[in-house]
């Protein structure tokens, strides 16, 4: 199977062409990035074609696209490359606003190709462990979440609103919104959020949290920030806490690791010896396109996350639950 990459301009691209990389049948056909530098640097590492030219990229002789430009070109991407009959994965949050990530999913049903979402968090050990919990009843009834997703501050265009769309709060929401929908199988019909800048001298969102209602009474609270400073042990966590009528269990996707002392600045760190969520993500995607079956996470199941993050904006805005 021929699977190219458009853009690596968000840093998921590395990992998603490294699990590419593993895959037996699986070749990367080329690399798109209107960064000249950035591109042929990664066609370097990656042995493959550099383009430069979209339009020539998607002429090329491959199967899927694998998208990690900016969030405000998703659209223009996705768009483009379902007419060229690719099927495709993108990056989340799969659009800025509401009404492209709509155009995407109705262009790729129209093109009659995939458009995955890529939320690697479900292909997570300790979450896929206690979405089987929940299915087979060990938690009883689902009464809330809690769930948390803090990291660091990512810098670069991610701080740029024209082209991220907005900061900590839609970076870290639409993971764990995505595992709690999920997990209950429910849809959120309202949030009431504060987000703000606390920990960074930008100019956009760095923290939030959010309180959500899902239409069978079930209510969540969620943490999302970029809280981590550069010597923190981890990158940051992502986790969720199940409160069921029988029991309650709490996951984190990041918690198997072990504590690496050492001298210099970063004296603790935390080296993670889990499974590779990443690689799981990319294996179902390329599995989903040589089956041609319905992907796993589909692009409304992106649609439908990305309306909770920006619900919590306006919710902070307007000092209001907003109902969805």
Same mark, same amino acid.
Request: aromatic fraction near 10%; hydrophobic fraction near 40%; glycine fraction near 8%.
């Given at each position: 199977?021929?699977?190219?990459?458009?853009?690596?301009?968000?840093?998921?691209?590395?990992?998603?062409?490294?699990?590419?990389?593993?895959?037996?049948?699986?070749?990367?056909? !080329?690399?798109?990035?209107?960064?000249?530098?950035? *591109?042929?640097?990664?066609?370097?590492?990656? $042995?493959?074609?550099?383009?430069?030219?979209?339009?020539?990229?998607?002429?090329?002789?491959?199967?899927?696209? =694998?998208?990690?430009?900016?969030?405000?070109?998703?659209?223009?991407?996705?768009?483009?490359?379902?007419?060229?009959?690719?099927? =495709?994965?993108?990056?989340?949050?799969?659009?800025?606003?509401?009404?492209?990530?709509?155009?995407?999913?109705?262009?790729?049903?129209?093109? !009659?190709? =995939?458009?995955?979402?890529?939320?690697?968090? /479900?292909?997570?050990?300790?979450?896929?462990?206690?979405?089987?919990?929940?299915?087979? $009843?060990?938690? &009883?009834?689902?009464?809330?979440?809690? +769930?948390?997703?803090?990291?660091?501050?990512? !810098?670069?265009?991610?701080?740029?609103?024209?082209?991220?769309? &907005? *900061?900590?709060?839609?970076?870290?929401?639409?993971?764990?919104?995505?595992?709690? /929908?999920?997990?209950? $199988?429910?849809?959120?019909?309202?949030?009431? %959020?504060?987000?703000?800048?606390?920990?960074?001298?930008?100019?956009?969102?760095?923290? !939030?949290?959010?309180?959500?209602?899902?239409?069978?009474?079930?209510? %969540?609270?969620?943490?999302?920030?970029?809280?981590?400073?550069?010597?923190?042990?981890?990158?940051?966590?992502?986790?969720?806490?199940?409160?069921?009528?029988?029991?309650?269990? /709490?996951?984190?996707?990041?918690?198997?690791?072990?504590?690496?002392?050492?001298?210099?600045?970063?004296?603790?760190?935390?080296?993670?010896? &889990?499974?590779?969520?990443?690689?799981?993500? =990319?294996?179902?995607?390329?599995?989903?396109?040589?089956?041609?079956?319905?992907?796993?996470? +589909? $692009?409304?199941? *992106?649609?439908?996350?990305?309306?909770?993050?920006?619900?919590?904006?306006?919710?902070?805005? +307007?000092?209001? +639950?907003?109902?969805?």
């Amino acid at each position: 199977m021929k699977i190219g990459m458009m853009s690596f301009a968000h840093m998921h691209a590395f990992s998603y062409a490294d699990s590419l990389m593993k895959l037996a049948d699986v070749e990367i056909a !080329g690399i798109y990035d209107d960064d000249e530098k950035r *591109g042929k640097e990664a066609a370097g590492s990656y $042995g493959t074609k550099y383009y430069h030219d979209q339009a020539d990229f998607l002429t090329a002789d491959m199967d899927a696209v =694998i998208i990690c430009s900016e969030n405000s070109r998703h659209k223009e991407m996705v768009v483009n490359a379902a007419k060229a009959k690719k099927h =495709i994965l993108c990056e989340k949050p799969i659009a800025t606003n509401v009404e492209d990530a709509e155009e995407m999913i109705r262009v790729c049903d129209e093109q !009659g190709v =995939i458009l995955q979402s890529a939320f690697p968090v /479900r292909f997570s050990d300790p979450i896929m462990h206690l979405k089987n919990m929940i299915d087979e $009843g060990e938690l &009883g009834e689902i009464v809330a979440f809690r +769930t948390t997703n803090r990291g660091q501050a990512p !810098g670069g265009w991610f701080i740029d609103k024209e082209l991220s769309g &907005g *900061g900590a709060v839609l970076d870290h929401t639409v993971h764990m919104v995505d595992i709690m /929908r999920w997990y209950s $199988g429910r849809e959120i019909i309202s949030v009431h %959020a504060i987000v703000d800048s606390f920990f960074h001298d930008i100019e956009i969102d760095d923290a !939030g949290i959010l309180t959500l209602e899902f239409e069978n009474g079930v209510i %969540a609270s969620h943490d999302a920030s970029w809280s981590r400073f550069s010597e923190y042990p981890v990158w940051g966590d992502a986790t969720i806490e199940v409160i069921g009528t029988k029991r309650s269990v /709490r996951a984190d996707a990041f918690k198997e690791h072990f504590r690496l002392y050492k001298s210099g600045a970063k004296s603790l760190e935390h080296v993670f010896y &889990g499974n590779d969520m990443d690689y799981g993500l =990319i294996k179902d995607f390329v599995d989903c396109v040589d089956k041609k079956r319905k992907p796993s996470i +589909t $692009g409304y199941d *992106g649609l439908k996350a990305l309306e909770a993050a920006l619900a919590a904006y306006k919710s902070s805005q +307007t000092k209001s +639950t907003v109902y969805l």
